[in-house]
Nanobody
Framework: QVQLVQSGGGMVQAGDSLRLSCAAS????????SAWFRQAPGKEREFVAA????????IYTDSVKGRFTVSRDNARNSLYLQMNSLKPEDTAVYYC?????????????????WGQGTQVTVSS
């Protein structure tokens, strides 16, 4: 059984920071690509950030570059998203995701395992 359990999130003011965590059981994050997605009201699920299995490089959507950092702790089998300088437009439900085998990075359909989601609300 593969399970991703998320923690973090909450309500903050614009300019504040939050860190989201995602702990995996039954599967190593380092064995494939891992990512964060988000879904805001009235919008489709959107790619946010990913860390690649093969080279441990990171990829970000343009709107979060310079503000968000995705990282991985192999010893704890956990994935993190550090969010700084938060903006109201960052408000969404955030999901962590992982693959069975390395595939495409930015498409939700490429991911096999998903966290339960956590709400991030940024007020102005």
């Amino acid at each position: 059984q593969v399970q991703l359990v998320q923690s973090g999130g909450g309500m903050v003011q614009a300019g504040d920071s939050l860190r989201l965590s995602c702990a995996a059981s039954g599967r190593d994050f380092s064995s494939s690509n891992s990512a964060w997605f988000r879904q805001a009201p009235g919008k489709e699920r959107e790619f946010v950030a990913a860390i690649l299995w093969s080279v441990s490089s990171t990829i970000y959507t343009d709107s979060v570059k310079g503000r968000f950092t995705v990282s991985r702790d192999n010893a704890r089998n956990s994935l993190y998203l550090q969010m700084n300088s938060l903006k109201p437009e960052d408000t969404a439900v955030y999901y962590c995701a992982a693959q069975q085998t390395p595939r495409g990075v930015r498409v939700p359909a490429a991911y096999d395992y998903w966290g339960q989601g956590t709400q991030v609300t940024v007020s102005s």
